[in-house]
């Protein structure tokens, strides 16, 4: 069986004028289920380019990305963005969350883009608000939860569509270090229980006790694994 992400002399040259930035330079790298691996990196080191470029949102200028044995430089930007909808979960460090719904219609709102019935739809988001422990707070909105919450809420979002892969751009950087350390603890049980690859791009040294696997990336070069 192919692994759920291989990345292949992944490249990214970003031009500005006459000048090039050399984002990513020629990273392999393979993801597996059930696995949490983490990317740690200094701010520009490559990691938020890393993940844009796994979950679709950019195009590298060189080399190739697998998701379970399909190259993703043969979809078309509308396959990409449905490969996004149903195959990819995205937490964000901003939490991303939509201020006016509550958390039961955030988590909803990723079925409702693809169409999935309301009878579907509602035991899918009880199921992952359960998952997260915020069930309780279902009809509450995000400025009634504290920061650790919404990171919840943002990852049941990601969730809910059942994703095979989980990208987490620096999803702890806006937390205190103990509602960081439930956030990573959350993950790596998702990873375990529920078979999902998670990838998480951090800075944060509490990674060493989450992470099965973990690489350093250094001006766009990977290094390791370390595990």
């Known amino acids: 069986m192919a692994p759920l992400v291989r990345t292949v002399g992944l490249t990214r040259i970003y031009r500005r004028g006459r000048l090039e930035v050399h984002a990513l330079r020629g990273v392999d790298l393979t993801l597996e289920r059930g696995v949490l691996t983490a990317v740690r990196g200094r701010s520009g080191s490559g990691k938020t380019t890393l993940l844009n470029l796994i979950g679709g949102l950019d195009r590298p200028t060189a080399g190739e990305v697998y998701l379970e044995g399909e190259p993703l430089s043969r979809l078309s930007e509308g396959a990409l963005t449905k490969l996004r909808r149903r195959c990819i979960g995205f937490v964000f460090q901003s939490?991303?969350?939509?201020?006016?719904?509550?958390?039961?219609?955030?988590?909803?709102?990723?079925?409702?883009?693809?169409?999935?019935?309301?009878?579907?739809?509602?035991?899918?988001?009880?199921?992952?608000?359960?998952?997260?422990?915020?069930?309780?707070?279902a009809d509450h909105r995000p400025y009634e939860l504290s920061g650790g919450q919404q990171q919840r809420l943002a990852i049941a979002r990601a969730l809910v569509t059942r994703p095979r892969l989980i990208l987490a751009d620096e999803p702890t950087g806006e937390l205190d270090s103990e509602a960081g350390r439930e956030v990573l603890a959350l993950l790596r049980r998702i990873a375990e229980e529920e078979g999902v690859g998670v990838l998480i791009a951090t800075h944060d040294p509490a990674i060493e006790e989450y992470a099965a696997v973990i690489h350093e990336l250094r001006d766009g070069q990977l290094a390791g694994p370390y595990r």
Do not use: H, I, K, M
């Open 95 to 137: 939490f991303a969350l939509l201020p006016t719904f509550s958390a039961y219609e955030n988590v909803e709102l990723p079925l409702r883009l693809l169409g999935v019935d309301r009878r579907e739809r509602a035991r899918r988001v009880r199921d992952a608000l359960a998952l997260v422990g915020l069930e309780p707070w």
